[in-house]
């Protein structure tokens, strides 16, 4: 597996080429879930192999959006498919990366560790300190993509969304989980107000 070409193919393919409307799913998402990913990974005690596909998949969970945002993780499975094998991951590789690429699919369901790992990456920021200015861009993404229409209906969606999302791997549990239930609670009094 050539892991560094097929990574810096589709990072460098997505500063070019995603649309720039995209405040939040762009190339600093992307490089934020890898690194996540490699944490909770090396936390976890995954193999160097493991590490490799589980970073893989972080490179790719959302290639899709090149071409759309419903349905983006398939678009990004089929964008793998294609890539890939041009870098020397066999079918089994591939078909593992995609099954950490569905896991991203909100609502999350993943069937394998390396899944969980990648589910809990993408959502990482729920229990960071920089849960409000990168929730932020995923505001004003969503405002222009006309998918809330202004702050309250904005923070109705988050409440929903982190009262509903649970993290997979004990890792995030134990780093993210309270920090996690303090910005829920933060955006409920923002409601509230």
């Known amino acids: ?46 193999s160097p192999h493991e590490m490799k596909l589980l970073l893989t998949a972080a490179a790719y969970h959302d290639a899709g959006f090149l071409q759309q945002r419903e349905g983006h993780e398939e678009e990004s499975c089929r964008i793998a498919e294609k890539i890939l094998p041009a870098c020397g991951y066999g079918q089994a590789a591939i078909k593992k990366i995609q099954g950490m690429i569905r896991a991203t699919r909100i609502p999350q369901s993943p069937q394998t560790h390396l899944e969980e790992i990648l589910a809990d990456a993408d959502l990482d920021y729920l229990g960071r300190d920089d849960f409000f200015s990168t929730g932020n861009k995923l505001f004003n993404e969503f405002l222009t993509a006309n998918i809330v229409k202004d702050e309250d209906d904005w923070n109705r969606l988050q409440v929903r969304f982190m009262e509903n999302h649970h993290y997979f791997t004990q890792t995030s549990v134990n780093l993210r989980q309270a920090k996690k239930e303090q910005h829920l609670n933060q955006v409920k009094t923002k409601l509230n107000a």
């Open 1 to 46: 597996m050539q892991f560094k070409k097929a990574v810096n193919f589709i990072l460098d393919k997505l500063e070019k080429e995603l649309p720039k409307q995209l405040s939040y799913h762009n190339t600093d998402h992307i490089k934020d879930v890898y690194n996540a990913a490699k944490h909770i990974g090396q936390k976890e005690g995954i």
